[in-house]
């Protein structure tokens, strides 16, 4: 499965930004699809993630609220809507899948893009 994200840039403190992450190589409606996100100087953390079929998904707490996670398997894209954007939230954000939603939630699935890079300004 090869991922690949879009959609970061420079925003101000209180924007938005949509992600996107299309994949190949794999039937993508059966796989949880993910992200995560790695600041500068830390350790990268899991920011979200949904199920095959979108029945589920999970937030870290740090986004709830702000973050929305969704999926159109017609286009074999996964999507972070992300609001009320704030300077703590700069990271270089990946998209990752594997065929168990655990393992994508632990943050050890075995498929991941190449990044895609937030910055917001205060």
């Known amino acids: 499965v090869q991922l690949q994200a879009s959609g970061g840039g420079l925003v101000q403190a209180g924007g938005s930004l949509r992600l996107s992450c299309v994949a190949a190589?794999?039937?993508?409606?059966?796989?949880?699809m993910g992200w995560f996100r790695q600041a500068p100087g830390k350790e990268r953390e899991f920011v979200a993630v949904?199920?095959?079929?979108?029945?589920?998904?999970m937030y870290a707490n740090s986004v709830k609220g702000r973050f929305t996670i969704s999926r159109d398997d017609a286009k074999n894209t996964v999507y972070l809507q992300m609001n009320s954007l704030q300077p703590e939230d700069t990271a270089l954000y990946y998209c990752?899948?594997?065929?168990?939603?655990?393992?994508?939630?632990?943050?050890?699935?075995?498929?991941w893009g190449q990044g895609t890079l937030v910055t917001v300004s205060s």
């Open positions: 990752a899948t594997d065929l168990n939603l655990m393992w994508v939630r632990a943050g050890t699935p075995r498929y």
């Open positions: 190589g794999g039937t993508f409606s059966s796989y949880p």
């Open positions: 949904i199920s095959a079929g979108a029945s589920s998904t």
